[in-house]
């Protein structure tokens, strides 16, 4: 699993399950355009919500921070989740 997670240029974290095992998650910021308004904000949120893997932090007028499960979701996944609701996406790598 290590040498999976070092294939990923944005932020790591991991911690542990109730059953003692480890989950690892990586932290993903997008960049949202198209975004105006509360109303865009709730579109968002729901739409990446609806990911299965994807644990939404934040989404503000043209962001959105998260945590995901890499085996579960790609990144690309996400973006498609938010293009298909008629925003533009792109991921901010650190």
């Not at 999976?4 to 790591?12: L, Q, R």
Request: hydrophobic fraction near 45%; charged fraction near 20%; glycine fraction near 8%.
């Amino acid at each position: 699993m290590a040498s999976k997670i070092n294939e990923y240029p944005w932020g790591v974290y991991a911690s542990t399950s109730v059953e003692g095992e480890i989950i690892v998650r990586e932290m993903l910021t997008m960049s949202i355009d198209g975004m105006h308004c509360g109303g865009c904000v709730r579109r968002v949120t729901a739409a990446l919500q609806s990911v299965k893997g994807v644990e939404v932090a934040s989404v503000d007028v043209g962001s959105a921070q998260m945590a995901f499960d890499p085996d579960r979701v790609s990144v690309d996944e996400i973006a498609a989740a938010v293009n298909r609701i008629g925003f533009s996406a792109r991921v901010e790598k650190s």
